[in-house]
Nanobody
């Protein structure tokens, strides 16, 4: 059974930092893009960041939604089957449940339609 388990959410003040982790079990995702979406109360789930993987090499590419560029950094550890989201300079509008996602393809994704597996989510609350 495939599982994506997130951790690292919590309460932080404006300008603070958090690091989210997502570890996959049940299969490896070394050939699939992985990333993060978020969903704020009363809003639709939206794309945050994605990291692809290029075959057996160490190269990978990343992509971010405009609102987090320069503040969030996504990375992955192939050996640990884990993806991370370092979030700096957090703002109240970053408050949401953050969901880890494993894509259907190797290339970066932007839409929920390209996702095969979801984590259960971790809550990030940024106080003003």
């Amino acid at each position: 059974q495939v599982q994506l388990v997130e951790s690292g959410g919590g309460l932080v003040q404006t300008g603070g930092s958090l690091r989210l982790s997502c570890t996959a079990s049940g299969r490896t995702f070394s050939s699939n893009a992985m990333g993060w979406f978020r969903q704020a109360p009363g809003k639709e789930r939206e794309f945050v960041a994605t990291v692809s993987w290029s075959g057996g090499s160490s190269y990978y590419s990343t992509y971010y939604t405009d609102s987090v560029k320069g503040r969030f950094t996504i990375s992955r550890d192939k050996a640990k089957n884990t993806v991370y989201l370092q979030m700096n300079s957090l703002k109240p509008e970053d408050t949401a449940v953050y969901y880890c996602a494993a894509g259907r393809y190797s290339g970066n994704f932007l839409s929920t339609y390209d996702i095969d597996y979801w984590g259960k989510g971790t809550l990030v609350t940024v106080s003003s």
